[in-house]
């Protein structure tokens, strides 16, 4: 039976992370559409099933392929923002950040000095801001 299994699969693309997000999804659907007066969620579920299904099926590898990486790529760019965001909030602690006037440029200057010139690293452009 294993054997058979895997001349079936032989050439096809089958799961990658891509399939993962999609089958959690489906099981979310399909839960909610326990509790849910209406069937859109039962049908939404049977949909993305049937779509992972035939994504891990396909005999189209490149596609699928391409499928993930952008799907990789843009789960990487959410982690990154987040990262970036989580770095902005612990620093804010000690810095105050200030947008340059002439060119937006986000400058960092530190907590409690008072009154000082900021020299902006990207245009040269000097403002006085409290800090």
């Not at 993305?48 to 790529?73: G, H, P, V, W």
Request: charged share 25%.
């Amino acid at each position: 039976m294993k054997q058979k299994l895997q001349q079936f699969m032989y050439g096809r693309y089958g799961f990658d992370e891509l399939s993962k997000i999609y089958l959690a999804l489906t099981i979310f659907c399909i839960v909610v559409s326990l509790f849910a007066k209406n069937s859109f969620f039962y049908v939404v579920g049977i949909v993305l099933l049937i779509y992972t299904y035939y994504r891990a099926f396909s005999r189209q590898t490149a596609k699928r392929q391409m499928e993930n990486q952008k799907f990789l790529n843009l789960r990487y760019q959410a982690k990154v923002k987040q990262n970036k965001r989580k770095v902005h909030r612990e620093q804010k602690k000690i810095y105050r950040f200030y947008k340059c006037p002439s060119c937006k440029q986000t400058v960092r200057v530190p907590k409690g000095k008072g009154k000082i010139c900021i020299t902006c690293p990207k245009c040269q452009m000097e403002f006085i801001k409290k800090s």
